[in-house]
């Protein structure tokens, strides 16, 4: 592969929790989102916006548990049920796009033909976004996240621990994926969402973070080392020695017991996620710890206007009011395109208000810049013999 390949991105989906209160779906400011799978006369809708996003050109798309959180009230057997309907929506989902593509022979777009796309188990803030002082006690949260991963895992090729506000709440979601079963064992994304300096929103310091963050992981991953089936990787030449690896998604069967396979920031202000890419990149200690755990980095941002320390969903009259600033071209040219050719981030799509169009316009603007098609993630993958 040449390194033009080698840059091009994968595409996250968008807001899925915005595009359904935009198909009327009801905005219920306590379970938000997750009235779509309390709902079964909903349960089209949220499958139809899954199924949009993939048509947009969505190498994943994330399922709608979100917000089935015991912090708006959901007891343990509803978060189970209702998680395990987000993860079985997200699938069927995926299966029918998959089905129709194949065998429209009227569909063109052949990457989209041939291409495998993929499910990521969402696990959100257990009692509300953006609130680092209202995380539960450490083992009472992972004691959740762990029932959350166990009903996704039937369904989902990666976790997603999304929103999340600091480092310990992350942490939450690390030891919950490390006491998994072999069986349920999943490669592990972790999104954080910052403040508008660009640090976590507790005010800790990003780099510090991180950092914090991957010690964490490593003394859990070198106990499970043991136990690890590395036969598969992705591995990815990047221009400035940057290399970053990802695990195969498809088979479980050849996935690391417990890997973090990626850090990504969203649902905060694409502002935010620059400034941190920025420093990220500054620190060239941070930069060679990612590649030496072999971690992509991900970015996608939301469209609303600025969130006030202290918010809570359940407080708020309406909803967030989106920038008018963040069209599908602004978000390019001003954000994503900046993200991909001076930060080296490898998996790009949007939060809440960022729309299908949204989605199909990075596609289409990725198929313009790098003047060839986009290659379909099964081209990256690489067998360590190959390597």
Known sequence: MNNRQ????LLLDGGTG????????????????????????????????????????????????????PGVGFNEQEIECYTNQAGMIARQAVTKFMSSTRSDNNFNDREMQQEKVFVLGSLGPLVESYRPDL??????????????????????????????SSVAESLQVLDAVASLGPQEQRPLFISYTLDSKGNFRDGKELPIGIREMLDHWKSKYHQAEGKLMLDVDLKLKLENDFVVSAFFFSNPNVLCDYKVSAVLFNCCLPEAITIALERIRSDKDLV???NESGILLGAYANRLTHIDAGWSLQESESPQSLRQDLDEDQYWTDFVSRWINEHQVQLVGG??????????????KLRELHQSELLPPSHFYITLSQL
Request: with cysteine; aromatic share 8%.
């Open 288 to 290: 060679a710890l990612l």
């Open 6 to 9: 080698r840059r091009v991105p």
């Open 351 to 364: 939060c809440c208000g960022i729309r299908p169009s949204h989605i199909a316009h990075i596609r289409n």
């Open 18 to 69: 915005e595009e359904l209160f935009r198909r009327n779906v009801p905005d219920d400011r306590k379970i938000w989102s997750a009235t779509a799978l309390v709902h079964p006369e909903y349960h089209d809708i949220l499958e139809q916006v899954h199924g949009s996003f993939l048509q947009s050109g969505s190498n994943f798309i994330t399922t709608n548990s979100y917000g089935v959180v």
């Open 135 to 164: 995380i539960l006690p450490h083992p009472e949260g992972s004691k959740f996240y762990r029932r959350m991963c166990q009903s996704l895992a039937p369904h989902v090729d990666a976790f997603l621990g999304e929103t999340m």
